[in-house]
């Protein structure tokens, strides 16, 4: 089955800065990488996705990168505020929602 | 989007006994799911729920345990049957749209087993 694999675990940067994690999957036949942002003691809200025949999408100080030959993905936030701070999980979707989800950044913004 | 709401949003429970879980949407939706996420860990696939049939179960979770029903394409339930401390964890449902892709979660049910 497939495997997703999220880097770094744990991710603390300055107010203003940016943050980039990333995601690496095993099955090729993956084509939709959504990324979840979870806040303390509340639902994962999905804050950005990218399909396999995308390489890039961009949604204000959120982007996504894909690199399909490598199988990798990343979340890149710029411009970082202190309500950035949450854990965020990537996920692999193979087909028909089957979803395999990273072990989740935690991200820390200090003020 | 779709409006998700989960009953109980938690419960204390002995463990060798069944708890059911609900999820009601606010409109009608082909695909729904559950899942399972451990405290501090990631969200786990239980199953996929299908109308008008079985659920479609991932590695590890079997019916007799995690028994699913969905009788309309606006609800489901998800049973933990015999209980044990092993099942404390959070469960989600979430449904999903653009065939699955596009998924928003429900508040969760938090589940403590004694």
């Known amino acids: 089955g497939e495997n997703v694999e999220q880097h770094p675990s744990t991710l603390s940067v300055q107010e203003g800065d940016s943050a980039v994690i990333k995601c690496t999957y095993s099955d090729s036949a993956s084509n939709y990488f959504p990324w979840y942002k979870q806040e303390l003691g509340k639902r994962p809200q999905l804050i950005i996705d990218?399909?396999?025949?995308?390489g890039e999408k961009k949604d204000q100080r959120i982007a996504v990168t894909l690199n399909k030959t490598a199988k990798h993905f990343s979340l890149h936030i710029t411009e970082t505020q202190p309500e950035d701070s949450a854990v965020y999980f990537c996920?692999?979707?193979?087909?028909?929602?089957?979803?395999?989800f990273g072990d989740g950044t935690t991200l820390t913004v200090k003020p | 989007s779709a409006v998700i709401s989960q009953k109980p949003s938690r419960d204390i429970c002995q463990r060798g006994t069944s708890l059911t879980i609900q999820c009601q949407v606010d409109?009608?939706?082909?695909?729904m799911f559950w899942y399972r996420q451990q405290p501090g860990q990631s969200l786990t696939l239980i199953a996929t729920a299908n109308q008008g049939s079985e659920a479609t179960y991932e590695s590890g979770f079997v019916i007799d345990k995690f028994p699913i029903s969905r009788p309309n394409l606006t609800f489901s339930t998800l049973t933990v049957s015999n209980m044990s401390p092993e099942d404390s964890s959070i469960y989600l449902c979430?449904?999903?749209?653009?065939?699955?892709?596009?998924?928003?979660f429900g508040p969760g049910t938090r589940l403590t087993v004694l």
């Open positions: 996920a692999a979707i193979l087909n028909a929602g089957k979803s395999t």
């Open positions: 409109s009608q939706v082909t695909m």
């Open positions: 979430s449904v999903g749209l653009d065939r699955g892709n596009t998924q928003y």
């Open positions: 990218i399909r396999s025949n995308v």
